[in-house]
């Protein structure tokens, strides 16, 4: 990965998950579900029960990549007013409580609106760690390779089954941070069990260079994370936590997390 | 161009675009890119699909029995060449310039979407699909999509809003005697947008069986310059026809725009001929003063929406702004991204015309030359009467003005909707039922 001089707030992260024995873990939450100071709420939650990297994705009105659970919750979000600035204000309120780098994930169109500059400026000013960007591939992101070299920000691109070993070479040499590992041709949604192409995602990414890479989709389960543990660097969770949010609250979100947590230590 | 040196790898895809805009033609632009539009912005699992349409495209083009079968198809199947009808007693209302109707209403299944959906279906079967899934809104590309897999034995799944299906009760039938599956998306609006958002999340299960065939010149390339490559047959044929009839090149050239596709398809026969005005006519709604419209070009910004960088109907959080047109095939936010290209240069206009100007102009052809236009083609014609006026004004022999108008439909599926605008059912009758649930599209 390029831009070594940039000290990457997620592959800190990473590395010290792995310094530690154990596969780094990633959750997902939706920005302003339930609303801003309950997703703020949620990530600390998460965090202290052993999250080392958050996801914040910005609730869009086009969600291509994403299942019902998500999509419900972000339809939710957005009928009680989220405003995409208020991405901020999360951001900040989860690195003013915790250590674990906060990423925000976002289709690309809400960025470009704001100015591809301006939100990177300020998502750097809340602390914030990167984008992860699932609409948004490494041969459209002129303005985002220099927006985020120029504000130190991860760029997390995504791999898939299907992506050829030229994207996936090209692929890794554009991300920073980590790459993401998308471990089935789908949308976002728990599974009962992860994908054996998953693994050969993770493979080919290795081969292609990737130091650390990090597996989503269909990740719910602490023993999805612990088999994962064996070939990637680390394991994504998302729906299965905003199912979680959504039927039984904040604390019920922290002991998702321990119970996810319990499935990263590496044998 | 959004490509720049900092994009690792990514700087040795050849520059067809720039060779295309150096050369002077408009005709022919291979994307990925419209100036500043078009590109892919889309996840990456799709990438490999859209690569493997692009080289099946390509392949295809250059071989002559893949253009020998979609001539047949055209000639035997869709009913073409499409007639060119001068409408003499309508031109009495567009100031006496004479204007003339391209037919795409007498093709089979009644509109020009059965260009696309057979040169798609062909090369489907070229990539080994078994399976095309596509979007719709009042059910004219789904009825398309679901008569090519018919005849050419594909398995076709239809994604069509919850409140379309309801409001288009009569072409969901039509697709399931088809043999067509239709699925009702009641995630997000439930219309167009979220059919194609819902028909994206299939084909990023189902890739390696299934083709999305969508219907319209948008989205991630290669798709707006693949669309409008099996259109273009409407604008070769319209050049060669008013040359044949009147000896001339019309004074200008009027299609509505949804997505784009008839309009790119007839524009493009006249690119490169400047002294033809081109004229898309965009879904003005109630007006455009109003928040109910799909006045995109007009009224939009530019941003990304279903895999292409275009004009968009967006707040200012980058959220797309619902769309609101009588006829449900215009009713959509975003728009192909050469007709952005064609505005930002000039060489198109876009012009918004409103619900009840189309509707004006719908019944004074009815009225006037014997054809039920479709209530999407009803906006170009509204927009041909304004045109006519114009370039009429203070001309000794308006005769000597000539318009070629894209008919792109038939109106046999709006005939509700039309009865219900002209108050013409009792009030109790089903069919006021289902005209006035077309009416608050």
Redesign the interface.
């Known amino acids: 990965m390029?831009s070594a001089a940039i000290a990457s707030k997620s592959a800190a992260a990473i590395e010290k998950a792995r310094s530690e024995g154990r596969t780094a873990l990633i959750g997902y939450l939706p920005a302003g579900y339930p609303d801003v100071q309950g997703t703020i709420d949620a990530a600390v939650a998460l965090a202290e029960n052993g999250a080392d990297v958050i996801e914040i994705g910005i609730p869009?009105?086009?969600?291509?990549?994403d299942?019902q659970v998500i999509?419900t919750a972000t339809?939710q979000a957005?009928e009680n007013g989220f405003?995409?600035h208020q991405v901020f204000d999360i951001v900040a309120g989860i690195t003013s409580r915790c250590e674990a780098a906060v990423l925000v994930m976002t289709y690309?169109?809400?960025?470009?609106?704001?100015g591809v500059d301006d939100f990177s400026r300020r998502l750097a000013e809340a602390g914030g760690a990167g984008l992860i960007t699932?609409?948004?591939?490494?041969?459209?992101?002129?303005?985002w390779?220099?927006a985020s070299?120029k504000y130190g920000l991860d760029r997390v691109?995504?791999?898939?089954?299907?992506?050829?070993p030229?994207?996936m070479?090209?692929?890794v040499?554009?991300s920073r941070g980590f790459v993401y590992a998308?471990s089935i041709?789908?949308?976002t949604g728990a599974r009962t069990s992860v994908s054996s192409a998953a693994q050969q995602v993770v493979e080919a990414a290795h081969a292609a260079g990737a130091e650390r890479v990090c597996v989503g989709l269909g990740v719910s389960k602490a023993e999805h994370v612990r088999e994962i543990g064996a070939y990637a660097e680390g394991a994504i969770v998302g729906t299965a936590l905003v199912a979680t949010l959504g039927a039984e609250g904040v604390e019920a979100v922290g002991k998702l997390a321990a119970e996810l947590h319990s499935g990263t230590t590496k044998n | 161009m959004?490509?720049?040196p900092?994009?690792?790898?990514?700087g040795e895809?050849p520059d067809t675009a720039d060779a295309f805009l150096s050369s002077g033609s408009l005709r022919h632009a291979p994307g990925p890119y419209f100036g500043n539009y078009g590109?892919?912005?889309?996840?990456?699992?799709?990438?490999?699909?859209l690569?493997e349409l692009q080289d099946t495209f390509d392949k295809a083009k250059a071989d002559p029995e893949f253009i020998a079968q979609v001539a047949e198809l055209n000639r035997n199947y869709s009913g073409r060449p499409s007639l060119l009808t001068e409408a003499k007693r309508f031109s009495a209302h567009a100031g006496g310039a004479r204007i003339f109707l391209k037919r795409e209403d007498l093709n089979h299944t009644g509109s020009h979407k059965i260009n696309n959906v057979l040169g798609q279906a062909l090369l489907a079967k070229r990539m080994g699909k078994t399976r095309i899934i596509a979007e719709t809104g009042a059910g004219q590309h789904g009825v398309a999509s679901a008569t090519a897999a018919a005849l050419l034995g594909l398995e076709c799944v239809v994604y069509m809003g919850a409140e379309d299906t309801r409001r288009q009760a009569l072409n969901v039938a039509r697709m399931e005697l088809l043999g067509a599956t239709v699925i009702p998306v009641t995630?997000?609006s439930q219309t167009l947008?979220?059919a194609i958002?819902e028909a994206?999340?299939d084909w990023?299960?189902?890739?390696?069986t299934t083709h999305y065939l969508l219907g319209t010149a948008a989205g991630a390339h290669p798709f707006p310059a693949l669309v409008r490559y099996f259109h273009e047959v409407i604008g070769d044929e319209a050049r060669e026809q008013i040359l044949a009839q009147t000896g001339r090149l019309p004074d200008a050239v009027c299609a509505c725009i949804g997505g784009g596709s008839n309009a790119i398809g007839i524009f493009h026969g006249f690119l490169d001929d400047p002294s033809v005005e081109l004229y898309g006519f965009e879904a003005g709604g109630e007006g455009v003063d109003t928040d109910r419209h799909a006045a995109t070009i007009t009224l939009g910004?530019p941003?990304?929406?279903?895999g292409a960088r275009s004009y968009?109907m967006?707040d200012?959080?980058?959220?797309?702004i619902e769309s609101h047109s009588i006829s449900a095939g215009l009713d959509y936010p975003g728009v192909g991204p050469e007709h952005s290209y064609l505005s930002d240069i000039g060489r198109a206009k876009y012009e918004p015309v409103t619900d009840s100007e189309a509707m004006d102009a719908f019944r004074l052809l009815c009225r006037t030359e014997g054809i039920i236009p479709a209530i999407e083609s009803s906006h170009a014609l509204a927009g041909a009467l304004r045109v006519g006026k114009k370039l009429t004004s203070g001309k000794q022999n308006p005769q000597d003005v000539i318009i070629v108008v894209n008919l792109s439909g038939r109106g046999d599926k709006d005939v509700a909707t039309a009865a219900e605008w002209f108050d013409l059912l009792d009030g109790n009758s089903p069919e006021a039922e289902i005209g006035a649930e077309g009416e608050q599209l």
């Open positions: 390029n869009y009105s086009d969600p291509v990549m299942g999509q339809v957005l405003r995409v690309w169109n809400p960025v470009m609106r704001m699932p609409d948004l591939i490494p041969d459209e992101a002129a303005e390779f220099e070299d691109f995504l791999v898939a089954p299907s992506s050829t030229e994207r070479a090209m692929t040499k554009a998308v041709m789908g949308v | 959004t490509q720049s900092e994009t690792p790898d990514a895809k590109g892919r912005w889309m996840p990456e699992s799709l990438i490999a699909a690569d995630a997000g947008k979220d958002n994206l999340r990023v299960a189902n890739v390696h910004r941003g990304v929406l279903h968009l967006q200012d959080d980058g959220q797309t």
